[in-house]
């Protein structure tokens, strides 16, 4: 009886840490390297958790990176560029708040002649990863009516 109980136990924990290792498998998540500048009323928006499928695509359409603006002001002439430092491929980006005026495999940009106050400007991007553990992209914004530097920082681990 009591080999029987250990037996149990054992495959129970061997399900367990199986089922925790799948779960896991199809996640992912990644940090932004942000600079914050003083008089920079924009934010970066990036995701912080996605979901690579089998073919390490990833699912729900892509990522989505944007802007937000945080005043009531509006800028002329924004654009906003994703540029793949390392092993990210970029299909068709689909712009939202704006259009998309350069889309390459390796980077996308997105432009607005105005963004008006508390307004946000993004693309969603199909994404296949070419490695999933080591990953990243570099943030440009260009605009005028701001104190905000060119380079936004980077995202990814």
Do not use: E
């Not at 996605?50 to 009531?72: C, D, E, M, P, Q």
């Amino acid at each position: 009886m009591n080999r029987m109980r250990t037996t149990t136990a054992v495959l129970a924990t061997t399900g367990l840490l199986a089922a925790a290792q799948l779960g896991l498998a199809g996640g992912a998540f990644a940090a932004a390297q942000t600079p914050k500048a003083t008089g920079c009323p924009i934010d970066i928006v990036y995701p912080s958790r996605f979901y690579i499928g089998s073919n390490h695509w990833v699912t729900n359409g892509g990522l989505y990176f944007g802007v937000k603006s945080r005043t009531a002001s509006s800028f002329k002439r924004v654009t906003f560029t994703i540029t793949d430092t390392k092993y990210l491929r970029f299909g068709r980006a689909r712009a939202t708040g704006g259009r998309i005026t350069h889309n390459s495999s390796t980077s996308v940009s997105v432009y607005a002649g105005t963004l008006k106050g508390k307004a946000s400007l993004g693309m969603r991007i199909p994404t296949h990863l070419l490695n999933t553990r080591s990953y990243g992209v570099k943030f440009t914004l260009h605009g005028t009516g701001w104190n905000c530097a060119v380079n936004q920082g980077t995202w990814g681990n």
